[in-house]
T-cell receptor
Framework: GENVEQHPSTLSVQEGDSAVIKCTYS??????FPWYKQELGKRPQLIID?????GEKKDQRIAVTLNKTAKHFSLHITETQPEDSAVYFC????????????FGAGTRLAVHP | DTEVTQTPKHLVMGMTNKKSLKCEQH?????MYWYKQKAKKPPELMFV???????INESVPSRFSPECPNSSLLNLHLHALQPEDSALYLC????????????FGQGTRLTVV
């Protein structure tokens, strides 16, 4: 089955710096890669996703890149703000009919003012 | 309405109790999911319903019994749970079809005593 590895487990940056989180997956059939942000005590919320027919996607300060050959994808947050502090999960899904999401272990991002 | 609503928010139950978790969505989604999330861990898939039929059971113990009465509702019946089953139980939904966003509810925080 699918296995998703995520690094780093914790990341501490100064406000305004960039943050990069990396994930690798094992199942070459995976074709959907969402990123979720989960604040303490709250639900996971989708922040950006990418499908296998696209190499890069950007939404304001957030971008995701996908390398299907190497089976890895990354989240880039630029100009970080304190409200970006949260746990970020990458995930991979390979089932076409519905989302059997397999999550990475998570990255706890702390943005210091 | 882009909400997935779960009730109750918190639940404390004894090991001999029977209780149910409820989940509701009115987005017309035909896929619904139960995830379990332990503290500082990623969500783990338990069950997937597609068009009100159970499509995936991730080898979940029979003390957890899912039910999908209609396309908007998803229940999780709990019986004879163990303390190690204490966790945040998240419901999610998505459109059927290829790789669409999964919307999560705010979860039920379950404590088994």
């Amino acid at each position: 089955g699918e296995n998703v590895e995520q690094h780093p487990s914790t990341l501490s940056v100064q406000e305004g710096d960039s943050a990069v989180i990396k994930c690798t997956y094992s199942d070459s059939a995976s074709n959907y890669f969402p990123w979720y942000k989960q604040e303490l005590g709250k639900r996971p919320q989708l922040i950006i996703d990418i499908r296998s027919n696209v190499g890069e996607k950007k939404d304001q300060r957030i971008a995701v890149t996908l390398n299907k050959t190497a089976k890895h994808f990354s989240l880039h947050i630029t100009e970080t703000q304190p409200e970006d502090s949260a746990v970020y999960f990458c995930a991979a899904s390979s089932n076409g009919g519905y989302n059997k999401l397999i999550f990475g272990a998570g990255t706890r991002l702390a943005v210091h003012p | 309405d882009t909400e997935v609503t779960q009730t109750p928010k918190h639940l404390v139950m004894g090991m001999t109790n029977k209780k149910s978790l409820k989940c509701e969505q009115h987005m017309g989604h035909r896929a619904m999911y139960w995830y379990k999330q332990k503290a500082k861990k990623p969500p783990e898939l338990m069950f997937v319903y597609s068009y009100e039929k159970l499509s995936i059971n991730e080898s979940v113990p029979s003390r957890f019994s899912p039910e999908c009465p209609n396309s908007s509702l998803l229940n999780l019946h709990l019986h004879a749970l163990q303390p190690e089953d204490s966790a945040l139980y998240l419901c999610a939904s998505s459109q059927s079809g290829l790789n669409t966003e999964a919307f999560f509810g705010q979860g039920t925080r379950l404590t088994v005593v």
